[in-house]
């Protein structure tokens, strides 16, 4: 079963994930980034932070390679079949 890592940023610093998650595929890994994604987004709701067009999520494989990107209104960008 393949590992995927999901990092995010707020446009400045990047949060990494060392410990990564074991997902049956491409599909899975889509669907754990857009929960994690709406998590982060709902515990970050306070009044100081209203703009997250800078905030996003890089999840990358095994190897480190980035399989997609999607920014904090859940567009994916770079996305590989």
């Known amino acids: 079963m393949p ?3 999901f990092h995010f940023s707020d446009g ?3 949060f990494s994930d060392a410990e990564g998650r074991d997902l049956s595929g491409m599909a899975a890994a889509r669907t754990h980034a857009i929960a994690q994604v709406r998590d982060i987004k709902a515990a970050i709701s306070d ?6 067009r800078g905030w996003s999520m890089t999840v ?3 190897g ?7 920014s904090f209104d859940l567009k994916l960008h770079g996305a590989r079949h």
């Open 3 to 5: 590992r995927y890592y």
């Open 12 to 14: 400045k610093r990047r």
């Open 47 to 52: 009044n100081e932070i209203q703009d997250l």
């Open 60 to 62: 990358e494989d095994g």
């Open 64 to 70: 480190g390679q980035t399989v997609f990107e999607t």
